[in-house]
């Protein structure tokens, strides 16, 4: 059954941020966990960690701090939408956030969009009016048959090289 979701977090980022990541919206396990990529088996922060040669945080605050000691910027292309459970194909009636704080507050260089659906999202919302982003893999459990963990930090290497 699909329901109105309203994106329950403020975007991580500070005026050092150069790099600007953005998922679709906040899925039930994320928001059970009350911060982004909540998903006990979602790879994102082992990933993150990885590329930046630091230990895998475990609590939110760790998280955020990670985000902004490299410099990165986090938040989800959507403020709200309608969708059944974490299904990002699912999704209806999609409403954007605006950007411009972030823009217009930290030198950002790059944005990237973590999965097909987030991309096209921004690509057919945003780019017009922000930049180009460029697209990772999903990190999600649901797309581990097509990248496992190295194939991950691999292409998450790229938020690396776009300072």
Request: some cysteine; proline content about 6%; glycine content about 4%.
């Amino acid at each position: 059954m699909r329901e109105l979701i309203i994106h329950p977090y403020a975007p991580v980022y500070n005026k050092y941020s150069k790099v600007l990541i953005l998922g679709t919206i906040a899925s039930p396990g994320s928001r059970k966990a009350g911060f982004y990529y909540g998903h006990p088996q979602n790879m994102f922060w082992r990933v993150i960690a990885a590329v930046f040669n630091e230990e895998t945080p475990r609590e939110n605050t760790e998280k955020e701090n990670l985000i902004l000691r490299n410099q990165l910027a986090l938040w989800d292309v959507l403020h709200s939408c309608e969708i059944e459970g974490a299904s990002d194909s699912s999704i209806k009636n999609p409403v954007v956030n605006d950007f411009s704080m972030i823009f217009e507050n930290a030198g950002i260089k790059a944005v990237f969009t973590t999965g097909t659906v987030a991309t096209e999202l921004y690509k057919k919302y945003c780019t017009e009016k922000f930049m180009p982003s460029i697209y990772l893999p999903s990190t999600s459990p649901a797309n581990r048959k097509y990248y496992n963990f190295e194939k991950l930090v691999e292409a998450y290497s790229a938020l690396r090289e776009a300072f």
